[in-house]
Nanobody, 117 residues
Framework: QAQLVVSGGGLVQVGESLRLSCAAS????????MAWYRQAPGRQRELVAS???????NYTHSVKGRFTISRDNAQSTVYLQMNSLKPEDTAVYYC???????????WGQGTQVTVSS
């Protein structure tokens, strides 16, 4: 059974760091493009960062230079290192995986990230 398990959220102060992890099981992780999304209260879910199966990365403008997405194929895990956190980064963060060629996709459960000023 395919599963994406997210961990690493929490409450931090402005300027601090957090690392989110998304551990995949039951999927052929090597073939999946992985991404992190977030959804703040009253707002639509937005793409934060993505990493293709070929390790190409992409970031939304507001997190460039502060967040880093990476993947460990041996561990079937994708990470989001978040530095210099700001209050506007407060949201529920979700992991997403997609095997585009065969139109399979999965979502992990959300994890709350709260940045307090």
């Amino acid at each position: 059974q395919a599963q994406l398990v997210v961990s690493g959220g929490g409450l931090v102060q402005v300027g601090e760091s957090l690392r989110l992890s998304c551990a995949a099981s039951g999927i052929s992780f090597l073939h999946y493009d992985m991404a992190w999304y977030r959804q703040a209260p009253g707002r639509q879910r937005e793409l934060v960062a993505s990493i293709s199966h070929g390790h190409k990365t992409n970031y939304t403008h507001s997190v460039k230079g502060r967040f880093t997405i990476s993947r460990d194929n041996a561990q079937s895990t994708v990470y989001l290192q978040m530095n210099s956190l700001k209050p506007e980064d407060t949201a529920v963060y979700y992991c997403h995986g997609a095997w585009v060629a065969i139109r399979l996709q999965y979502w992990g459960q959300g994890t709350q990230v709260t940045v307090s000023s």
